[in-house]
């Protein structure tokens, strides 16, 4: 079910005017570089925009075109992808690095559709890139944008709506197609800013009289003990120290402080990262290593009875 025509005019009016006065100033939206606005949509993807910030800067520093990017071995783009974490996207950006040079010569292509195809971006870093890079009227929409939507229009999509195409679908029809890339900057903008998860401002909120779900939210915060009952459902999740993650980042940060063509044993790398740096057992981080080999985040080399670590 979509939105009448007049309550849709409102909602582009409010939104649009809002961001004209308050979006905020960020690098990757002074440019329409192809390239830049990737680089940082995938460096967005599970990282905060002022950790981003940054490295967007140093990273186009280094890597300023595809060709370059290509051109780079693995491990050197892997090694300038730190602090930002999750790694798997270094190695992602690298290889549909390669792919664009190799097949579009260097161009990224404009559609949504065909950069699905290029492997390795997902529906919303394709979208997003088709719609502030080539203007693509098509829905950008992330967890603050689906959070936002799901409050906006939350008697046509539900408060909490699922993500997926029905809610791209959705996303799409209320789209303003002449105003698609301010109107995807907005959402993001408001869910980051005042449409929060846990605290949504609605006083100060420039949609609060054309928000179905605001008065939804402020019966569902005067029920507190389902709230805690919520909350306790966060409790049960392992310490992040303790997790796969956690080890796999501190291998990688170990494998970056080698020079390229140096490796570690197996047995050195326990010791680096592991929990207890006298333990001569490697076993526990065999696993690990070999997940990161497939991952293309490491290379293992067998020698002399020996396992030697490497970045790729
Ligand atoms: S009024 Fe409240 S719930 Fe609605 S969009 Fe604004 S902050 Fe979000």
């Given at each position: ?10 909602v582009h ?12 100033d ?24 002022e ?15 595809f060709?370059s990017l290509?051109?780079?071995p ?12 999750y ?6 950006l ?19 559709e065909?950069l ?5 971006l ?9 719609c502030?890079?080539?203007g693509q ?21 539900g ?45 100060s ?8 779900g605001?008065?939804l ?47 570690l ?29 497939r ?9 002399q ?8």
């Amino acid at each position: 079910m979509i939105a009448d025509r007049a309550r849709l005019v409102a909602v582009h009016e409010a939104l649009l005017g809002w961001y004209a006065r308050n979006g905020r100033d960020l690098p990757w939206r002074r440019t329409r570089d192809p390239y830049a606005i990737l680089v940082s949509e995938i460096m967005l993807q599970q990282t905060q925009v002022e950790r981003v910030r940054p490295k967007f800067h140093e990273f186009l520093a280094c890597f300023p075109t595809f060709e370059s990017l290509a051109r780079a071995p693995a491990g050197e783009v892997i090694r300038r992808w730190a602090p930002l974490g999750y790694n798997r996207r270094a190695v992602r950006l690298h290889a549909v690095a390669r792919t664009v040079v190799e097949r579009f010569e260097g161009r990224l292509p404009e559609r949504a559709e065909q950069l699905r195809e290029l492997g390795g971006l997902g529906s919303y870093t394709a979208n997003a890139v088709a719609c502030f890079a080539f203007g693509q009227a098509v829905p950008v929409v992330d967890t603050n944008v689906r959070r936002v939507l799901g409050r906006l229009f939350a008697d046509l999509v539900g408060l909490d709506p699922p993500g997926g195409r029905s809610l791209e679908r959705f996303a799409a029809a209320v789209l303003p197609a002449d105003r698609a890339y301010e109107w995807n900057q907005a959402l993001m903008d408001l869910g980051a800013t005042l449409c929060t998860a846990r605290a949504p401002a609605c006083p100060s909120c420039p949609m609060a009289l054309a928000c179905v779900g605001r008065p939804l939210l402020a019966a569902a915060r005067s029920r507190p003990a389902q709230a805690a009952e919520r909350r306790a459902t966060y409790t049960t999740r392992p310490p992040y120290q303790r997790s796969n993650r956690f080890y796999r980042g501190r291998i990688v940060d170990q494998l970056r402080l080698l020079e390229p063509g140096q490796s570690l044993s197996l047995a050195e790398l326990a010791r680096a990262v592991g929990p207890d740096p006298s333990s001569k057992d490697d076993a526990w981080i065999a696993d690990l290593v070999d997940g990161l080999r497939r991952d293309g985040l490491a290379t293992i080399v067998e020698d002399q009875g020996e396992t030697w670590v490497a970045l790729p």
